[in-house]
């Protein structure tokens, strides 16, 4: 028995579709229900609580750590979901006997970062890694799905969203290719105890996603509003603050990267496979 953590996100609908296809046992913890494909099972729960989590393992001899705080609200953010949740799952993980653990972090993770998700994130790296667990750390760019969505969120009837000058080169990495990552890595001896950076094939601009979604228009954020949402909002959205803070630090920082050698999926191809659901 598999269990996926965050299995109905964008990554984790992936990764669930691609173990059940293959045949595995899977459940899949979610905070609340979910529609999950046929002979898949749900373990209602909140990472946070121990009992929960602890019932959710039980009995799996694999674990893939897909949740995230980065949207969540106040309680459900980094701090709560990807740092203090990672832990409580690698201690039950410990506790029931588990043989192999999974980890998605973010590349680029440090405790010292600017940003609460990549701070989160370190830090269950550096829970998970001096246990006894058979552990591989994911350490991904960022998601080309995620940010063609929030940038075409208003089209086709508005303009596209581009956050600061748009011109800052980003490597960003298909869910597709990441999803296939770590269903090789679970039962790929190399993979063991090894932290490995899946990045995508090309670096792109903000204005590249933009154009290559068509737009007609695009109405750019810039720097000064973005440092200001992030602070402002903090109290009463910290889920937008931290967004506001991410894009403005995509926008200013050497966010390039070389291209991991199993990472294939360009703009043009999730476009591709978008507009063929679309279609049906």
């Not at 913890?29 to 019932?55: K, Y």
């Not at 440090?110 to 001096?130: G, I």
């Not at 810039?222 to 602070?231: C, E, H, I, N, V």
Request: with cysteine; proline share 5%; hydrophobic share 45%.
């Amino acid at each position: 028995m598999i269990l996926v953590v965050g299995g109905t996100g964008c990554l984790g609908r992936l990764l669930v579709a691609r173990l059940v296809d293959r045949g595995e046992r899977v459940r899949v913890l979610s905070r609340s229900w979910a529609q999950l494909p046929d002979g898949c099972e749900l373990a209602v729960g909140d990472l946070t609580d121990s009992a929960a989590t602890a019932e959710a393992v039980a009995g799996c001899d694999a674990v893939i750590s897909a949740a995230h705080g980065f949207l969540g609200g106040r309680g459900v953010g980094p701090a709560e979901v990807d740092g203090i949740g990672n832990e409580v799952l690698i201690t039950a993980a410990q506790s029931a006997g588990v043989r192999r653990f999974v980890l998605l972090s973010i590349r680029g993770a440090v405790e010292s970062h600017r940003l609460e998700l990549f701070r989160a994130k370190a830090a269950a790296e550096r829970t998970l890694r001096p246990t006894s667990l058979d552990w591989t750390i994911i350490r991904p760019t960022a998601y080309l799905e995620t940010w063609l969505t929030v940038i075409g969120e208003k089209l086709p009837h508005g303009p596209a969203l581009v956050f600061g000058r748009g011109k800052n080169p980003i490597n960003m990495v298909s869910v597709e290719d990441v999803a296939d990552v770590v269903v090789a890595c679970l039962e790929d001896p190399a993979a063991s105890r090894q932290s490995i950076e899946v990045t995508g094939p090309v670096n792109v601009t903000m204005v590249d996603l933009a154009r290559a979604l068509g737009a007609g228009k695009v109405r750019y954020i810039p720097r000064a509003g973005l440092r200001t949402l992030s602070l402002l909002t903090r109290p009463i959205s910290p889920a937008f603050a931290r967004q506001s803070a991410t894009a403005l630090f995509l926008d200013t920082e050497d966010m390039t990267a070389p291209p991991f050698v199993a990472a294939r999926t360009t703009v043009s191809d999730v476009l591709a496979s978008w507009r063929s659901v679309g279609a049906r």
